[in-house]
């Protein structure tokens, strides 16, 4: 009698462990697991929410596919918060650091050097965190909850004069600056920018790289007319990006006497770092027209001043005779790099930048603007 009440305690005890798995699923009536409705929802909004595809009615972007929520199942308190399968008691190898540890179920377990080291990681926040290289703390995040909102920048452009290299030469400059302000914004933001246009000529901005409606891309006579003098033109449109991004004159050769200028579109949840927005530059006091004209000319003036010439006697005291013939046919340059020779190279409108408040080991995020977008973690 013993044997067969021991019989049925094993059965049941048995015939309990599926029925534990099965809790939290919605099951048909034929027993089939329900697949979860789809939804749509906004990138910039995840506040949207409609169960058809379509079109954000805040910021006009399509509508995307949800990700379904993963329903957490009771776990064991005795496991520690971890929950053990049947088919998890046959270890398996991985590799960690190099080094080869055992892993249950997907689950790596601590090695006895690195248990100390993580044995508060239960109860560490990975939701605001990223996962860092080996040897590196994670890098701790901010969130912005601050709510979408229109953003307004007053640009004001004006001649002025400049010495980059010892000598004055005309320049544009933009609310008094060269290069022009740094514009910032958060992603779901709209960009409201008066561009007051004080000088004798014609201008225009062009955002670059920027998703926007084509009537506020800055193409004169494409996209838009020109903004003519002493007058006032308005940008505005929806930031749904991030990133570091630049703006620059589309007219005639203005960018490179002073119109060119940082675009940065900030996450809602960035690096909780010190950040140091840098733009690049070159500056050269020849009127930019006339190195237009010289490069058309194909002449080796460039060349002369960057001390880049090759004469015939040295390209046949090396063998390259032929090469130095074709060369001149094609009237390519010989030995040059780069195509003009500048005075002076910029950083942040001037030739160094010094930033004495950080010290060697300090966390660093350089948000870099170089004719393009770009974004750097560096460690000093």
């Not at 972007?61 to 005795?78: A, R």
């Not at 010289?294 to 390209?315: C, I, M, N, P």
């Amino acid at each position: 009698m013993k044997k067969i009440n021991l019989i049925i305690f094993v059965l049941a005890i048995y015939s309990s462990i599926p029925a534990q798995d099965m809790k939290g699923m919605k099951m048909d009536k034929k027993g089939n697991k329900e697949q979860p409705a789809v939804t749509y929802t906004c990138p910039m909004h995840p506040e949207i929410h409609a169960a058809k595809p379509g079109n954000c009615p805040k910021c006009g972007m399509k509508l995307v596919k949800e990700k379904p929520k993963l329903v957490e199942n009771p776990v064991s308190k005795k496991t520690g918060g971890m929950e053990v399968k049947k088919d998890s008691a046959k270890p398996q190898k991985m590799v960690m650091d190099d080094k080869p540890v055992l892993k249950m179920d997907g689950m790596p377990m601590q090695r006895k050097d690195t248990a100390k080291k993580n044995e508060h990681i239960d109860g560490m926040n990975m939701a605001n965190m990223e996962i860092p290289r080996s040897g590196m703390e994670p890098k701790k995040t901010i969130r912005n909850n601050t709510p979408p909102r229109t953003v307004r920048y007053d640009l004001y452009i004006a001649d002025t004069l400049v010495n980059f290299s010892g000598k004055l030469k005309r320049a544009i400059a933009v609310n008094g600056q060269i290069p022009m302000p740094t514009l910032t914004f958060t992603e779901g933001d709209t960009a409201e920018i008066y561009v007051h246009n004080e000088l004798n000529e014609e201008t225009s901005l062009h955002w670059h790289g920027l998703f926007l409606p084509n009537q506020y891309d800055g193409v004169p006579n494409l996209t838009q007319m020109p903004i003519k003098p002493h007058t006032t033109h308005l940008y505005k449109f929806p930031i749904i990006q991030n990133g570091t991004h630049w703006y620059h004159s589309h007219t005639d050769l203005q960018e490179q006497i002073g119109m060119y200028g940082m675009f940065i579109m900030n996450k809602r949840e960035e690096w909780n770092i010190p950040t140091i927005p840098l733009i690049l530059s070159e500056w050269i006091d020849m009127n930019p027209k006339e190195v237009h004209r010289s490069l058309h000319a194909a002449t080796d003036w460039f060349a002369v001043q960057k001390g880049s010439t090759q004469s015939y006697a040295e390209a046949i005291k090396q063998g390259q005779f032929k090469t130095k013939l074709t060369n001149e046919w094609k009237r390519m340059n010989a030995m040059d790099l780069t195509d003009v020779y500048y005075d002076n190279f910029l950083l942040n409108g001037k030739n160094q930048n010094e930033q004495p408040q950080f010290k060697a080991g300090d966390k660093v995020r350089l948000r870099i603007a170089n004719g393009g977008a770009s974004d750097y973690f560096w460690l000093s």
